[in-house]
């Protein structure tokens, strides 16, 4: 079973560089049983809105994950109950709308794909070990999780935690690539990010000048996506649907005239 991961596509250019990204990736990386992305700043950089969904299901996205920014539209926030492809972190607490787990059907089997955030730097959810814990009773392999997180160390701590429990833990929401993907010893492939789809001419997929504004005066600013140096950054991972262990993971970033898929 062959997956491909796409990490999170930063608005309008996010939507184009993975538009005209993907084919690339699907020729000389595919065929994928599975294409899973990052959706959560799809919209303008916070959020996604319904044309938006309609627009990256078409180019072939099988399951949209997402994280803390999934909340910022209120459009999105209503789609979380009515698309099934559409999903928030599991470990929010109860009562918050929206699935967070999508099992995909495919010719070389079952895979499922589970959301979750983290703690450390970011918000006071439920704990994302214990709540994997619970879901994980539940479910057998291959599972791929999303874990939408600030520290590089919760990220490898959980990827641990879980080794051998599940295939894949990808990590999302820095938008900075990491050169540390490996299979760890029972079998659970990790990444500590991703990274991001859109333009990194600017800071973490939006445009510098704002950016540093707020840096240098600590004054609120309009952030806007950059449409500069666009790339899609994701994770290929093999996975055997028998055992549900990967076999392999490599780093994937395109750009134009450029490709590293980091063998």
Request: aromatic share 6%; proline share 5%.
């Amino acid at each position: 079973m062959r997956v491909l991961f796409v990490g999170d596509i930063v608005g309008r250019p996010g939507r184009k560089a993975l538009q005209k990204f993907l084919p690339k990736v699907r020729r000389e990386h595919g065929p994928f049983d599975f294409v899973i992305a990052n959706v959560e700043n799809a919209a303008g950089g916070f959020g996604i809105t319904q044309k938006i969904l309609d627009e990256l299901l078409a180019v072939g996205i099988d399951c949209m994950t997402s994280g803390n920014h999934i909340w910022d539209k209120k459009e999105g926030v209503s789609l979380l109950d009515t698309e099934p492809r559409l999903l928030r972190p599991a470990n929010y607490p109860p009562g918050c709308p929206g699935r967070w787990c999508m099992t995909l059907d495919g010719e070389a089997g079952r895979l499922v794909v589970l959301n979750l955030i983290g703690r450390t730097f970011m918000f006071d959810v439920d704990c994302p070990f214990r709540r994997a814990d619970e879901i994980l009773q539940d479910i057998a392999v291959p599972v791929l999780v999303d874990f939408h997180a600030e520290a590089t160390s919760e990220k490898r701590a959980l990827a641990l935690y879980l080794d051998g429990r599940i295939s894949a833990l990808l990590g999302t929401h820095t938008h900075v690539a990491t050169a540390d993907e490996e299979i760890l010893d029972g079998g659970t492939a990790f990444i500590t990010d991703v990274g991001m789809t859109g333009g990194h001419a600017g800071v973490i997929g939006m445009q510098k000048d704002s950016v540093i504004s707020r840096f240098l005066t600590a004054m609120p600013a309009r952030f806007e996506a950059c449409n500069e140096d666009l790339r899609l950054n994701g994770a290929c991972i093999d996975i055997d649907p028998s055992s549900g262990k990967a076999l392999s993971i490599r780093r994937i970033s395109v750009r134009e005239g450029c490709e590293t898929p980091n063998e």
